[in-house]
């Protein structure tokens, strides 16, 4: 296991989240514009927390722009505490990204709450933010957590953390 990074006032260490992993309610503002075009606002998202990881955010689909959004054919996967996921490409005038999206239809009991919810990469999209701040796509391309000033690391997805 990793040294945990200082935590310094204000934040919070990711290696204090517990595992398996909590989901609560959250009244912070995200935004996901991409070309000018807002793809999601809200204040009503809920976050998973997990030991090492950085905040995966799930947004409702009512402040979600779903006309942007379609059925992803290229990926599927299964998450040991969530259950089946399926993924969602994003459509911006010509500009298609490919599942950057993914959400759980029939969760597991403990995480039922993130049904028809989604959560986004942060990467693909020109802004992602959290309470106005940029957020930093988590390491590592597979997981999807949102990295902002307020959290301690390190974080799962850099390399040698296959294991954590």
């Known amino acids: 296991m990793p040294i945990p990074d200082p935590v310094l006032p204000g934040q919070?260490?990711?290696?204090?989240?517990?595992?398996?992993?909590?989901?609560?309610?959250?009244?912070?503002?995200?935004?996901?514009?991409?070309?000018?075009?807002?793809?999601?606002?809200?204040t009503a998202a809920l976050r998973t927390l997990e030991t090492s990881h950085p905040p995966t955010w799930y947004l409702p689909p009512a402040d979600i722009a779903m006309a942007l959004l379609e059925p992803s054919p290229q990926r599927g996967s299964v998450c040991e505490w969530k259950g089946r996921a399926v993924y969602w490409d994003v459509v911006v005038g010509a500009e298609r990204l490919a599942a950057v999206g993914w959400s759980y239809p029939q969760p597991t009991p403990r995480f039922a709450a993130l049904r028809d919810h989604i959560a986004f990469y942060a990467a693909p999209f020109d802004e992602v933010t959290v309470d106005g701040e940029q957020v930093r796509p988590q390491p590592g391309g597979f997981y999807g957590g949102w990295i902002t000033s307020d959290l301690a690391g390190p974080f799962k997805g850099v390399p040698g953390s296959q294991f954590w």
């Open 12 to 42: 919070e260490s990711v290696w204090d989240y517990p595992r398996p992993p909590a989901l609560e309610a959250s009244t912070r503002r995200l935004r996901i514009v991409h070309r000018g075009v807002v793809i999601a606002d809200t």
